[in-house]
C-alpha cells in the first residue's frame, strides 16, 4: 500500500477520534507550553494528525492524495521504503518550529493540523511539474501560478494576523519542500528552472 494512503488512513481515524474525545485533542495538539515545561515533544508532529473540523481535515488529505502519490516514488527510490514518511515528518517539524519558538511561553496559544506537511508536498509537485493543470476551487491553473498566488497571500495573511490559521506553518512548510527535495536531488532545481522557461 502507498505510504501516502497510509498517512492518511492515520491522520483520518485519529482526527475523528479526537473530533469527539476533548482529552485526546488535548494530548495531541501544539500546545508550546506542553513542550517547553514538560518536554512533550512528541506535539511537534502529533499536531497533524488532529484537525479543527471536518472541512479543515478534508482539504488537507484531498491535496494530500493528489500530490502526495505523485512525489511518494521520488523519495522512496532515493531514501528507501520510508524515505517519504522522513520528508512528511519533517515538514510537519519543520513548518511549526517557528511558530512553536514565538509562543513557547503563550499558554494561549494552540496548532493543529496538517498544512504545513502538506505545503511541502505540494511545493515538490512543483518543483517535479510547474505547467501542470491543477485545479483549484473549481479553477484549473497551472501548478507554478497556484505555488505564487499560495505563497503571496500567505505572506498577506500571516502579515495581518486576523484568522486562526497557521499561515506561517504554510510558508515554513513550502520552504522545507523545495529545500529538502533540492538537498536530496540537487539535479531537480536545474530541471525545473528548465521546465519553468517551456511553458506547456
Known sequence: MPITLVIIAITCVVSFMAFNNGKLMNDLILWPPAITRHREYHRLVTYGVVHADFGHLLFNMFTLFFFGRAVEGFFTDRLGTFGFVLFYIGGLVVS?????????????YRSLGASGAVSAVLFTYVLFSPWSRIIVLVVPMPAIVYAVLYTAYSIYMDRRGHDNVNHSAHLWGAAYGVLFTVLVEPRVLPYFLGALSHPG
Do not use: A
Open 96 to 108: 511549526i518550529l517557528p511558530t512553536y519558538l514565538k509562543n513557547r511561553d503563550n499558554p494561549h
